[in-house]
């Protein structure tokens, strides 16, 4: 059963008590349900355990390859510096402060752009997903930017922005809007016109309307999107702070390139890929939480 009939069942049940929409149980089946909850839930806390640990296998294996690579000689360390290497390397950078100092400033960009993208993803995508009006305006705009590189827009940011921090947050920016509003709009246009039409006829007011009805339905689309958008925008950062960067992660890459520092560039690059990380494990535990009721229908 789906969170969004879930809620209007509960909705249904405060609205019109007199229409007996309810969940009638049978007293037996509610005593072995409760009795088996327990282990169902134990289990499915293995699994994911589990499933955790499973994930680290292959990172780790590479890892103790390309160790085993350059210890005997067969990768050049002018090329790759060694895992060992790396790890002293991004040390040195945390104890001097440069990695630390770096990370800030492009997680404050990233963060930036990230919240003027979701912003301008959600209004339109509303816009556009739930008024035909808006649909005709809107979306025909949107899929036109969809269809522009977005990397090819960084000569033209330039010019219009100049070489500062305007031209990074904004490509940023560009780079989240675009997935976030195709997966709002799409699970917009998805919720089931069944319930909206119970939904009428349970008499819901707007509120209720979009809290038993509209957000359990638009969530995971929604979620998924998020997850996109954060990883296009850690992706255009990368390019971004190419842009003549005075400070951040593209500054320290771009200033080791000119000594050769492989192990530096390296360091800033496994950096970005464990921001990347961190914001998608964040946005994982976000979806599990708001959606418990589909994992619970997986494991009943």
Do not use: C
């Not at 269809?147 to 010019?159: A, C, D, K, M, S």
């Not at 007011?205 to 997850?227: C, K, Q, Y």
């Amino acid at each position: 059963m789906s969170q969004t009939s879930m809620s209007l069942e509960r909705a249904g049940a405060r609205t019109t008590p007199a229409a007996g929409v309810g969940l009638g149980s049978d007293p037996k089946s509610t005593v072995l349900a409760r009795a088996a909850a327990p282990g169902r839930a134990g289990g499915a806390r293995s699994a994911r355990l589990r499933a955790a640990a499973l994930r680290w296998v292959s990172p780790l294996a590479l890892v103790v390859l390309w160790q085993v690579a350059s210890s005997t000689g067969l990768l050049d360390p002018k090329t790759l510096a060694s895992p060992a290497d790396l790890a002293v390397t991004a040390w040195e950078l945390t104890e001097s402060g440069k990695l630390t100092e770096a990370v800030l400033v492009s997680l404050q960009r990233a963060s930036l752009g990230f919240l003027i993208g979701a912003v301008a993803a959600v209004v339109l995508g509303v816009i556009t997903g739930l008024s035909r009006i808006g649909d005709a305006l809107v979306d025909p705009l949107m899929q036109m930017v969809r269809t522009i590189p977005l990397f090819g827009l960084v000569p033209l940011f330039i010019v219009w922005f100049g070489i500062k921090e305007e031209p990074k947050i904004y490509l940023v920016a560009l780079g989240v809007v675009i997935p976030l509003y195709l997966n709002l709009v799409a699970a917009l246009r998805s919720v089931d016109p069944e319930l909206l039409e119970l939904a009428t006829s349970l008499r819901l007011s707007t509120l209720e309307r979009v809290r038993h009805v509209m957000l359990p339905a638009v969530l995971p689309g929604a979620l998924v999107g998020l997850r996109q958008s954060l990883g296009v925008a850690w992706l255009a950062l990368i390019v971004a702070e190419q842009i003549n960067a005075g400070a951040g992660l593209g500054y320290l890459i771009n200033n080791a390139r000119d000594f050769l520092q492989t192990d530096v560039i390296v360091v800033g690059l496994l950096a970005y890929a464990v921001l990347g990380l961190i914001t998608d494990a964040l946005v994982r535990v976000l979806e599990r939480r708001a959606l418990r009721w589909r994992d619970e229908g997986v494991t009943a």
